[in-house]
T-cell receptor
Framework: GAGVSQTPSNKVTEKGKYVELRCDPI?????LYWYRQSLGQGPEFLIY????????DSGLPNDRFFAVRPEGSVSTLKIQRTERGDSAVYLC???????????FGPGTRLTVL | GQNIDQPTEMTATEGAIVQINCTYQ??????LFWYQQHAGEAPTFLSYNVLDGLEEKGRFSSFLSRSKGYSYLLLKELQMKDSASYLCAVRGSDQAGTALIFGKGTTLSVSS
């Protein structure tokens, strides 16, 4: 019964670079969420997947952010042309269905220099 | 708009009882959650309320009043390990009914 896992745990990159953050949800959970948390703030919603499709991407801040979940399990959050303001902890959560409690992974701390 | 308010910080002593309040204004409502988050770690699910009233789970209880847009988390018999941030989150139905809207969190410090 492994929980949600995320890799890498830490990522340091330079402004303008491309990064990919991976999330492996709890086995059997159909719903997957990405959130972003800045210091002293609560998590901020980015995107929600139900199965393979993005059911709600209204939280993505701009078109530099994109996420996929091609087989309905692992998801990758992709950030192009990173900016210093993208520095935050990126959290992934999964739930058994669209109304279940969400279980969070340990997060990826992204630092853009 | 969407707004969730909770106190920024609270302090308490070991063995005491503390109540963390949360008020919310959202365009829809489909459940309220409380999460615990230790520094540098992921949020951990504590409780869920969708109907008015009190939900009790061990030392932790959570209360909801939908008409008042109000919830509280009650922690009894406080222990040092309860020092953490407590996040109130609402599932607002205008976000596909599933994504959570979080408050900024209440940092609880428990001293001996």
């Amino acid at each position: 019964g492994a929980g949600v896992s995320q890799t890498p745990s830490n990522k340091v990159t330079e402004k303008g670079k491309y990064v990919e953050l991976r999330c492996d949800p709890i086995s059997g959970h159909t719903a997957l969420y990405w959130y972003r948390q800045s210091l002293g703030q609560g998590p901020e919603f980015l995107i929600y997947f139900q199965g393979t499709g993005a059911a709600d991407d209204s939280g993505l801040p701009n078109d530099r952010f994109f996420a996929v979940r091609p087989e309905g399990s692992v998801s990758t959050l992709k950030i192009q042309r990173t900016e210093r303001g993208d520095s935050a902890v990126y959290l992934c959560a999964s739930s058994p269905d669209s109304l279940g409690s969400q279980y969070f992974g340990p997060g990826t701390r992204l630092t853009v220099l | 708009g969407q707004n969730i308010d909770q106190p920024t910080e609270m302090t308490a002593t070991e063995g005491a009882i503390v109540q963390i309040n949360c008020t919310y204004q959202t365009s829809g409502f489909n459940g309220l959650f409380w999460y615990q988050q230790h520094a540098g770690e992921a949020p951990t699910f504590l409780s869920y309320n969708v109907l008015d009233g009190l939900e009790e789970k061990g030392r932790f209880s959570s209360f909801l009043s939908r008409s008042k847009g109000y919830s509280y988390l009650l922690l009894k018999e406080l222990q040092m390990k309860d020092s953490a941030s407590y996040l109130c989150a609402v599932r607002g139905s205008d976000q596909a009914g599933t994504a959570l809207i979080f408050g900024k969190g209440t940092t609880l410090s428990v001293s001996s």
